[in-house]
């Protein structure tokens, strides 16, 4: 079994700054790629950023340049560093790891962008 346990989210203004952390525990044998994704309410879940086990990161356009994805292989830990945040990026954001053909998420963290 793998779990995921996120943390880092919070109540933010328009133009603040929010890092988001994501830790994996159990059977992790092997470095896997790892991502974040968000759900806001009656949407779906979009993806944010990914990276591979090699470090290679992936960015949605409606964050690049705001949002930095990094990975702590010694930690077996994801974090997701938001700056420049906006209104609209207020939703539930999960990270997720991939091992083989198994995807396990993490329970989520609320991230609300409000004045």
């Known amino acids: 079994q793998v779990q995921l346990v996120e943390s880092g989210g919070g109540l933010v203004q328009p133009g603040g700054s929010l890092s988001l952390s994501c830790t994996a525990s159990g059977r992790i044998f092997v470095i896997s790629p790892m991502g974040w994704y968000r759900q806001a309410p009656g949407k779906q879940r979009d993806l944010v950023a990914t990276?591979?086990?090699?470090?290679?990161?992936n960015y949605a356009d409606f964050v690049k340049g705001r949002v930095t994805i990094s990975r702590d292989d010694a930690r077996n830990t994801v974090r997701l560093q938001m700056n420049s945040l906006k209104p609209e990026d207020t939703a539930v954001y999960y990270c997720?790891?991939?091992?083989?053909?198994?995807?396990?998420w993490g329970q989520g963290t609320q991230v609300t962008v409000s004045s």
């Open positions: 997720n790891l991939v091992i083989g053909t198994t995807v396990y």
């Open positions: 990276i591979s086990s090699g470090g290679k990161t």
